[in-house]
């Protein structure tokens, strides 16, 4: 589940950045599927990689980044 998720965020991500064609997220969807794969990898007893970013879009968006 944890490489799912982190494949999902990845490839958004890439798409936002580029031309923005196959993305499956929106701004809301991002904020959720980044705190359920915290969980997940917690649950795995790893460490959850610390985001510099919570959106696609905002203060705290991947453009600002």
């Known amino acids: 589940m944890a490489v799912a998720l982190t494949k999902l ?3 958004d ?3 936002y950045g580029t031309d ?3 993305m499956r997220l929106d701004d ?3 904020v959720l599927v980044i ?3 915290g969980a997940v990898v917690r649950r795995l ?3 959850a ?6 959106t696609f879009d ?5 453009d600002t980044y």
């Open 9 to 11: 965020l990845y490839e």
């Open 13 to 15: 991500f890439v798409s």
């Open 20 to 22: 923005g064609r196959n």
């Open 28 to 30: 809301e969807g991002v």
């Open 35 to 37: 705190k359920a794969h």
């Open 45 to 47: 007893a790893l460490e």
């Open 49 to 54: 990689p610390a985001w510099p970013f919570r």
């Open 58 to 62: 905002g203060p705290q968006g991947f």
